[in-house]
């Protein structure tokens, strides 16, 4: 690939390399304004461009959002093979340029989905594609990389926990993906001084976004050092292991469960979740010992489950359905500290804390879970809103934490 790029004035900067260095098929660019992605994202689809006869699409949310993929590769293919470049069609003369090896891209709006319709793709870019609907890329798009194979990259800034994160999440289920996340610093073209600039003059939420690449706002977050690339990815706990289940329950806001296993260096390790709305507690026992049933044919011991001490009766339940279960030490703000704590980077530079990326509830509250707005310093209150699975986290970290001192101060 370099060599292709060797007559073009493009030397890819650390992110971009490491984008273009990877070998999948599908490739997510999480990152801030101005980071790169869309010359980054016009060169990786250059060599399918101009060698043969293939066809490609740069979709955007609005056809004017094209434009900058759809420039660079026009200019790069013209000026690196001397192709012969024809555009016709569209408001402007961008939307399709035909070489003259057959090749076809086309640039298209996903305005109106059924334009989306009707042909097999080799390529597809996806500009901002935190702003298209969920149904483009699912309904329409996805489906024209079947029969060719077809590759594709994604780029954008984020836009909240919105199904672009859950993408982004899931991504790093299987080899087909490799994501990428990265702020608007890291394009050395962008001076620190105008980074800091940005940060005086706009709202902490929205640098945080637009600048920092960041899902949700830094400020607010419960767990700001939560980190999706940092804290998740595909987990197996050393065999022999404890396990521990933290449950917060709940009918008509789910009940959660996650089973978190501790390694033999203490690290905490979030296996899996269970997350559901309108079961009572018998019948997610039975799903639970379920889950448990799997964990141990994995080899991993599963130890105590600790739960919201404020659902005694539930607790019961949970311990005559054969699912040993305590109430839940200490209060809100002392589990939080203990997950933050649990979060931080050991000695060894790795998290003492990540959730395997199947835990896609969990994933989403740690990173949505934010302190209510205009509370007071001393008196602020998480949101309960989206709090099921991050307090079963909770449940879970201070049962680990406290097991021994509970113990201790209330013999048996
Ligand atoms: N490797 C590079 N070498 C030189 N300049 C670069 C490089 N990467 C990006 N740039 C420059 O940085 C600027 C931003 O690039 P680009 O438009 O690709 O970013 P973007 O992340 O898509 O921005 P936006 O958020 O506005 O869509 C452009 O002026 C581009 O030429
Ligand atoms: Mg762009």
Known sequence: MNDLWRNLPYTPHVGQAEIHAADA???????????????????????????????????????????PEFSYLAHDAAALAQLRTVRTGGRDGYSRLTTCCGGEILGLSAHSPFSLLGEELDWLILCEAAHLEREAWERYLRPRLGTRLGRMVASSTPRGGNWMHELYVRATDGRDWARFHYATWDNPGITPQEIEAARRALPADVFDEQYGGQFMPLSGRVFPEFCVATHTGRLEAPPGCRVTRGIDFGFTNPMAVVWVAEDGDGRLLVLREFYRAGMIVEQAAAEIARIDEELRAEGLVIGMGYADPSGPAHIATLCENGLPTARAAGGVAHGIDLVRAALKTRPDGTPGLRIDSGCANLIREMEAYSWHEGDAENEKQPDKRRDHAVDALRYAVAGLRHGVRVRVSNPA
């Open 25 to 67: 098929r599908f490739k997510l660019a999480v990152a801030g304004a101005r980071f790169g992605k869309s010359l980054s994202g016009a060169r990786e689809m250059l060599r399918d461009t101009i060698c043969g006869n293939g066809r490609g699409w740069v979709v955007a949310p609005l056809y004017a959002l094209v434009r």
